[in-house]
């Protein structure tokens, strides 16, 4: 069994767990092993590019989220490390995360997760019996 076997059998047995809609994943990612094998296996993903255009919208929701205290990470100290090196830059009326320190992963994580909150959100689909909750 490869590494990547052992991943997506992790990532499947974590998913059966919840009533999972869709991931997002970054644009550079779409041939990934690992992201082919969920999208083969009907888990719906969607691209998200971390361009200005692509990444803006969710990353301002974050900015809003977070300085409105709507934010809650429980106090995890990796998670507001990680905030700490992320820096926004802005160029024009968009606005994009660039790492100003060490890692920030599980910040662009919380972006991707939004950008796909908000794709479905811009794109109800019923089928899924999806209800929206506004924060």
Not at 2 to 27: G, L, P, Q, R, W
Not at 73 to 80: G, I, K, R, Y
Not at 81 to 102: F, I, Q, T, Y
Request: proline fraction near 3%; aromatic fraction near 8%; charge should be negative.
């Amino acid at each position: 069994m490869s590494d990547n076997d052992k991943v997506y059998e992790i990532i499947m047995e974590e998913i059966s767990k919840y009533d999972m809609h869709s991931f997002a994943f970054k644009t550079n990612l779409e041939n990934n092993d690992i992201v082919q094998s969920l999208i083969k296996n009907d888990i719906k993903g969607d691209p998200i590019s971390h361009g200005y255009q692509g990444i803006s919208t969710p990353t301002l929701t974050w900015e809003e989220m977070l300085t409105a205290g709507l934010m809650e990470h429980f106090n995890n100290p990796v998670l507001a490390w990680m905030n700490s090196n992320c820096m926004a830059v802005r160029k024009d009326h968009d606005v994009r995360l660039e790492k100003s320190g060490s890692r920030v992963v599980g910040i662009y994580a919380t972006i991707n997760a939004l950008a796909q909150w908000k794709t479905i959100e811009a794109n109800p689909d019923d089928e899924f019996g999806i209800e929206m909750i506004d924060l």
